[in-house]
DNA sequence: AACATATGGAGCC
DNA sequence: TGGCTCCCCTATGT
């Protein structure tokens, strides 16, 4: 429900101001207690400077006759005259290592670098605090012409497909309640989740590792991990519409596999590293796949720009592996357009997004480049009618065109939206709704924190992408972590969200229960689940590297079974 | 409580 | 082009 959402954001907002203050106070409290050494978390050494200050902003002084300091270049610029000289203890900023000023977290309250652009909009001259896109998310929206080229193209769109989007809004639940547990069964952070498209209550998860988690979050014992599909980070899965017991995964480590969900065989469709490892500069990694269900292709992309076509029963490639991106670069995603399955689009870590026609593929015959200001994380048309686009950029912006046939040459609109790149986190994607007929509602983990009740958390965005206006933010005070991975069902209003190791499925509030809030008290769930800690069974920690880019493929891909029971425990982590 | 560490991209030379 | 350093609202284990 928006309204509801949107009153609870406001007031949120205006708690932040009042703690910013409060920040400020302490800070001045604490300064003018001077010398105490309050370095927050290590890391730099030189956590007081002595220096001589000439200018008089600084309300901190101290007397001392500190002979270092007399020689310092300020001293002498002073005109020599004698007295006391004045110096200041001062903070070193941890972001610019400049003095004045701090950055970090006062609290639940993270202070920005007043020397770095903003960390929100990347503009500078003001900070996250300060960032209009912040204080009014609903503004956020940098503004784009509607162009009508007025081709006959663009008429024969207009007329005809245009018409295929509903105008209406459907009816909008907001799954915001967290409806089981936090599941931990993943041992590295999540990297993509995917609903069953027939099973009811089943939910496919993959990790950094490379585990494949299938489950019923229903029944939460129901659960099987396949730990040797791949050897390292599970980029995307999708199923076989044609065969949904067939599940094809893409891996960095070089290789698409198919999996029957049934019986847990697991094939190998593709190796693109036949040859095992010989430095990183030759292993090729899986980002980008998609199905083409009408042909049965399946179109899958390396982190060398090149796109690869493959029969899917036959399990061969057709023709030679084609350079859609910029030679040596990632390619983030793929995905076909649900209209017109031929129609596909590409982004990637070279900045564009790029359409292409899969019947006419050569290197230069993209229909058309979409210009990001940064690494594109990801790109998806539209779910029903496949007529828009929207893109995830490393550029704290969501790019949405409202029409592929008209004219591309910029968005219709740029949704400014703190989803930073962090080389620990899963990159971050906005999702459509496949639910949504309108094809304007997106759903986005949020990067920078907001201050809620003392405490800093990262809420999942639902944002309506025709206006940029912050729809609801989904949030849980158990929840501390960022939740980069996100995924809508298909015909429930139900949310699967992946943060960190966890995995959390959200329904929308019940109705009934009112503005009471019982739930504040009641602590989420930890169903930790039997290989959830890390260790191994013998107790020894699990000291395998972490490290992406070991073997793998000359690896077995027949696929272990594994099951366990879960065990329910409650948590009681205090909160502030 | 203070660390170490996994790790990708940008920007420099 | 490649090799290096920095980035600096992560999360977790020791």
Same mark, same amino acid.
């Given at each position: 429900m928006a309204a509801p959402a949107r009153a609870r954001f406001v007031h949120n907002r205006s708690r932040r101001r009042a703690d910013e203050d409060d920040s400020d106070d302490e800070d001045q409290r604490r300064q003018d207690a001077s010398s105490s050494s309050s370095d927050d978390d290590g890391g730099e050494e030189e956590e007081e400077e002595m220096e001589v200050e000439g200018s008089d902003e600084e309300e901190e002084e101290a007397v001392a006759d500190e002979p270092a300091a007399r020689e310092s270049p300020a001293a002498a610029g002073r005109g020599g005259r004698k007295g006391p000289i004045t110096i200041s203890l001062k903070k070193v900023c941890k972001v610019c290592k400049k003095t004045g000023h701090e950055a970090g977290f006062k609290g639940a309250v993270y202070i920005d670098c007043p020397m770095k652009p903003c960390f929100l909009c990347k503009m500078p001259g003001h900070t996250t605090l300060t960032c209009p896109h912040r204080v009014a998310m609903e503004h956020g929206v940098i503004p784009a012409p509607r162009r009508n080229t007025n081709t006959s193209l663009?008429?024969?769109?207009? *007329?005809?497909?245009?018409?295929?989007?509903?105008?209406?809004?459907?009816?909008? !639940?907001? @799954?915001?309640q967290l409806e089981c547990g936090n599941i931990k069964f993943h041992q590295r952070r999540v990297t993509c989740l995917e609903f069953h498209p027939t099973r009811n209550n089943v939910l496919l998860s993959g990790d950094k590792k490379g585990l494949l988690g299938i489950w019923d979050y229903v029944k939460l014992h129901e659960k099987i991990t396949y730990d040797s599909v791949h050897s390292c980070i599970l980029n995307s899965m999708k199923f076989d519409t044609a065969n949904d017991g067939v599940l094809y995964t893409a891996s960095s480590d070089g290789t698409i596999? *198919?999996?029957?969900?049934?019986?847990?065989?697991?094939?190998?469709?593709?190796? !693109?590293? @036949?040859?095992?490892?010989?430095g990183p500069s030759t292993w090729r990694m899986i980002y980008g796949m998609d199905l083409n269900t009408e042909k049965g292709l399946l179109l899958v992309a390396d982190s060398f720009g090149f796109l690869y076509l493959l029969d899917r029963r036959s399990k061969e490639r057709i023709g030679q592996p084609i350079l859609i991106h910029k030679k040596g670069s990632k390619v983030t995603g793929l995905h076909c357009n649900p209209a017109q399955p031929e129609v596909l689009l590409s982004s990637g870590n070279d900045h564009f997004a790029r359409i292409w026609d899969t019947r006419k593929l050569d290197p230069k015959s993209a229909l058309a480049s979409l210009a990001h200001g940064r690494v594109v994380n990801s790109g998806y048309f539209s779910p029903r009618s496949g007529n828009k686009i929207m893109t995830t950029c490393q550029d704290n912006r969501i790019r949405v065109w409202d029409y592929i046939f008209g004219n591309l040459e910029s968005p219709s609109r740029e949704i400014v939206h703190s989803h930073d790149f962090n080389r620990h986190l899963t990159p971050f994607k906005a999702e459509w709704d496949p639910k949504d007929y309108s094809e304007t509602v997106a759903v986005i983990g949020r990067y920078i924190s907001e201050n809620y009740n003392g405490v800093a958390l990262h809420p999942i965005d639902f944002i309506d992408t025709s206006t940029g206006k912050l729809l609801a933010e989904v949030m849980d005070p158990d929840i501390t972590t960022i939740s980069p991975v996100n995924k809508l069902h298909p015909q429930d209003d139900i949310l699967a969200t992946g943060s960190s190791r966890s995995i959390f499925i959200w329904k929308p509030k019940n109705d009934v229960d009112d503005p009471t809030e019982e739930r504040t008290s009641q602590k989420v769930k930890e169903y930790v689940y039997g290989s959830g800690s890390r260790k191994k069974p013998n107790g020894?920690?699990?000291?395998?590297?972490?490290?992406?880019?070991?073997?793998?493929?000359?690896?077995?891909?027949?696929?272990?079974?594994?099951?366990?029971?879960?065990?329910?425990?409650?948590?009681g982590k205090s909160k502030a």
């Open positions: 663009d008429y024969v769109f207009q *007329s005809q497909v245009k018409g295929k989007i509903s105008m209406v809004k459907p009816r909008f !639940l907001v @799954p915001n596999s *198919s999996t029957d969900l049934d019986t847990g065989i697991g094939a190998p469709l593709l190796n !693109l590293n @036949p040859d095992g490892w010989s020894k920690h699990d000291n395998s590297s972490d490290d992406d880019s070991d073997g793998g493929g000359g690896k077995s891909k027949k696929a272990k079974k594994t099951r366990f029971t879960h065990t329910a425990k409650g948590k």
